[in-house]
Structures are given as structure tokens and as C-alpha cells.
């Protein structure tokens, strides 16, 4: 079975940090791209950040310079560190897996697609990260 668990979202101050983890098992690292995605109350889901097999981090706008996207091998486990963190950034965050050569991933961070609605191959649940003013 093919599982990707997300933790480490929480209650945090404006200005905090957090570091949410997905752990993956079931599935080779190599052969997919890893996603971050959120979705807020009553807003669609968005993408937040992806992480290639060979290392390279793609990010939305909203975040860049603030959320860092990393990947331990050894550990199957794809991290997202976020600084700077803003009320706007409250939201269920998930993570997701699509196989390469990751069509939707490809074109969700190049500007080809505008809507994260997009064909991932395994979804986690989500973690809530709440950010107070």
C-alpha cells in the first residue's frame, strides 16, 4: 500500500515557523514528484511547492522566499519549512505524489494550468496549519 503521511501543522503566532513532514511509503522517490498543496475554508486548493527526484523546488509566488521544500532519501520523507508564516497561510496542507514525468506538477508550476485540481497518483491527509494575527 502505497501511504503518505503529512504532520507537524499546528496552531502558530504571525511571523512563526513551522515544518511540516510527509513520510511515504509504498513507492519509489525516484520515480515521482512530491507536491504540496492547501486549501483554505472555503477556498479551492492550491499548490504550494513540489520537489523534483533529482532535488530541484518549485514554488507558488505567495511563498517563495518564505517555504523551503526539502527531501531525505534515506528517510522518505519530504519536509516543508515554513518561515515568515502569514495569516493567509492558514489551511489543510497536503501532500501528494504523481509519477514522472508529473504532467500536471510539470505545467502547474510552469503557469501552463491555473487550477491545483489536478491528477495526483497518491494523496496524504491533510495537516491544519493556523496562523493568528
Known amino acids: 500500500d502505497v501511504q503518505l503521511q503529512a504532520s507537524g501543522g499546528g496552531l502558530v503566532q504571525a511571523g512563526g515557523s513551522l515544518r511540516l513532514s510527509c513520510v511515504i511509503s509504498?513507492?519509489?522517490?525516484?520515480?515521482?514528484?512530491i507536491g504540496w498543496f492547501r486549501q483554505a475554508p472555503g477556498k479551492e486548493r492550491e499548490g504550494v511547492s513540489c520537489i523534483s527526484g533529482d532535488g530541484s523546488p518549485f514554488y507558488v509566488d505567495s511563498v517563495k522566499g518564505r517555504f523551503t521544500i526539502s527531501i531525505d532519501s534515506t528517510k522518505n520523507t519530504v519536509y516543508l519549512q515554513m518561515n515568515s508564516l502569514k495569516p493567509e497561510d492558514t489551511a489543510v496542507y497536503y501532500c501528494?505524489?504523481?509519477?514522472?514525468?508529473?504532467?500536471?506538477?510539470?505545467?502547474?508550476?510552469?503557469?501552463?494550468?491555473?487550477?491545483?485540481?489536478?491528477?495526483?497518483?497518491?494523496w496524504g491527509k491533510g495537516t491544519l496549519v493556523t496562523v493568528s494575527s
Open positions: 501528494a505524489a504523481e509519477s514522472y514525468p508529473a504532467p500536471f506538477l510539470t505545467g502547474y508550476y510552469s503557469g501552463k494550468y491555473d487550477s491545483a485540481d489536478g491528477d495526483m497518483d497518491y
Open positions: 509504498g513507492l519509489t522517490l525516484d520515480d515521482y514528484a
